[in-house]
């Protein structure tokens, strides 16, 4: 079976952009959670989805918004990108059944803002 | 907002001997997960931890969810060079709020 998948790898945007980022979940997965990991910290919580509507919110700015579709894959968006913004922007999907809440985490997409 | 304290930063062992991570919370939490994360790659789930006092093994590894609910651990016997990584501990407060918050990690680094 395919795993979480993200795209792009990688992208370098300059200060002011716009930024989308897209997610696959595992099949049968209907949560989708957004992470930023900054390096050598541990993933922040950005947003969290489940069955297309927004059921978790980080400590993140309006700029940053997501957006889940009804074949469950998600969008992240980040708008008037920062320098700050660089990081490894990961999502992981869930099942968020039988008491598990075990996150499959995909490859990342390493965004370098300059 | 509900903050998971993680020590130590960084721990470099020789091959062989045993390595300890730790998670402390000021608030209750409702359940602790494990993850480990390969240099250059994603976090990848080891376990979770629900009931008070809970106690689990996968091979070399033993995690431990303390009594009050507030505290965690990891323990690796006999550490291998496999073992290199990042170990996070993310915790779940519970209820509607499906927000995961992650440990800033333990490095571990094993000379062989």
């Known amino acids: 079976d395919a795993g979480v998948t993200q795209s792009p790898t990688h992208l370098i945007k300059t200060r002011g952009q716009h930024v989308t980022l897209r997610c696959s979940p595992i099949?049968?997965?209907?949560?989708v959670s957004w992470y930023q990991q900054v390096l050598g910290q541990g993933p922040q919580f950005i947003f969290q989805?489940?069955?297309?509507?927004?059921?978790g919110r980080g400590n993140f700015p309006d700029r940053f918004s997501a957006r889940q579709f009804p074949n469950y894959s998600s969008e992240l968006n980040v708008n008037a990108l920062l320098l700050g913004d660089s990081a490894l922007y990961l999502c992981?999907?869930?099942?968020?059944?039988?008491?598990?809440?075990?996150?499959?985490f995909g490859p990342g997409t390493r965004l370098t803002v300059l | 907002g509900q903050q998971v304290m993680q020590i130590p930063q960084y721990q470099h062992v020789q091959e062989g001997e045993d390595f300890t991570t730790y998670c402390n919370s000021s608030?209750?939490?409702?359940?602790i997960q494990w993850y480990k994360q390969r240099p250059g790659g994603h976090p990848v789930f080891l376990i979770q931890?629900?009931?008070?006092?809970e106690v689990k093994k996968q091979k070399r590894l033993t995690f431990q969810f303390g009594e009050a609910k507030k505290n965690s651990s990891l323990h690796i016997t006999a550490t291998q060079t496999t073992d290199v990584g990042t170990y996070f501990c993310?915790?779940?407060?519970?209820?509607?709020?499906?927000?995961?918050?992650f440990g800033k990690g333990t490095l571990l680094t094993v000379n062989p």
């Open positions: 992981a999907s869930s099942t968020i059944t039988g008491g598990s809440w075990e996150q499959f």
């Open positions: 099949s049968g997965h209907k949560s």
């Open positions: 989805y489940y069955e297309k509507e927004e059921r």
């Open positions: 931890l629900v009931k008070s006092g």
């Open positions: 608030t209750t939490l409702s359940n």
């Open positions: 993310a915790a779940h407060s519970g209820g509607s709020n499906y927000k995961l918050t």
